[in-house]
């Protein structure tokens, strides 16, 4: 099956693999129309209709067993008809141009623009002083060697869930598999 683009003609030749004798040919003169027809239950399916020299015609049914060809068989016709109506547009606008419009600056007419730099301040190389902030990095520091905690309620939250001594409770972290038994999560 070959799509053959030529000009305003898009027409479907069905040829055979390996002599390259011609089978059928299906003209397409508008897009979607009555020569190729999708199947109402599947994308992958469609009917086709040949006709020879003298007008005769018939229709057939082609399927594709990937559903990307099906998909590029269907592209491959409605771009040749985007192609066809595109360059018709723009035979118009060539034989109708709009008017030109004339964007230049008329005599004594200026234009000021004020840039900032991305932090909100002024502009690079104004008078304006510097600021020596140091940007904020969300990292704290770590606290200083030879500082222990006095009681367990100084380190906090966790320790007291790790503690065995501390009270049970029901977390997002525990887990209970029997009644009263808890049973802590590893996280290797």
Same mark, same amino acid.
């Given at each position: 099956?070959?799509?053959?683009?030529?000009?305003?003609?898009?027409?479907?030749?069905?040829?055979d693999?390996i002599?390259?004798?011609?089978?059928?040919e299906c003209?397409?003169?508008?897009w979607?129309?009555?020569?190729?027809?999708?199947v109402?239950?599947?994308?992958?399916?469609?009917?086709?209709?040949?006709?020879?020299?003298s007008?005769?015609?018939?229709?057939?049914?082609?399927?594709?067993?990937?559903r990307?060809?099906?998909?590029?068989? !269907?592209?491959?016709?409605?771009?040749h008809?985007?192609?066809?109506?595109?360059?018709?547009?723009l035979?118009k606008?060539d034989? !109708?141009?709009?008017?030109?419009?004339?964007?230049?600056?008329?005599?004594?007419?200026?234009?000021?623009?004020?840039?900032?730099? !991305?932090?909100?301040?002024?502009?690079?190389?104004?008078d304006?002083?510097?600021k020596?902030?140091?940007?904020?990095?969300?990292?704290?520091?770590?606290p200083p060697?030879?500082?222990?905690?006095?009681?367990?309620?100084?380190?906090?939250?966790?320790?007291?869930w790790?503690d065995?001594?501390?009270?049970?409770?029901?977390?997002?972290?525990s887990?209970?598999?029997?009644?009263?038994?808890?049973?802590?999560?590893s996280?290797?």
């Amino acid at each position: 099956m070959r799509i053959v683009s030529k000009s305003e003609k898009c027409i479907i030749r069905l040829e055979d693999k390996i002599s390259g004798q011609l089978f059928g040919e299906c003209p397409i003169e508008e897009w979607p129309s009555v020569a190729v027809e999708t199947v109402l239950d599947s994308c992958r399916y469609f009917v086709i209709r040949l006709m020879d020299p003298s007008g005769r015609h018939a229709f057939i049914g082609i399927g594709f067993t990937d559903r990307g060809d099906s998909f590029d068989f !269907n592209v491959a016709i409605a771009d040749h008809f985007k192609w066809l109506k595109q360059s018709k547009e723009l035979e118009k606008e060539d034989e !109708n141009p709009s008017p030109a419009v004339n964007l230049a600056l008329k005599e004594g007419q200026t234009i000021t623009i004020k840039l900032k730099n !991305n932090a909100g301040g002024e502009r690079r190389g104004s008078d304006s002083k510097p600021k020596t902030s140091t940007p904020f990095t969300g990292i704290l520091p770590p606290p200083p060697p030879g500082v222990k905690a006095s009681s367990k309620t100084e380190l906090g939250p966790l320790y007291s869930w790790w503690d065995s001594d501390a009270p049970k409770h029901s977390g997002p972290f525990s887990d209970r598999t029997k009644a009263g038994t808890k049973t802590r999560k590893s996280f290797r």
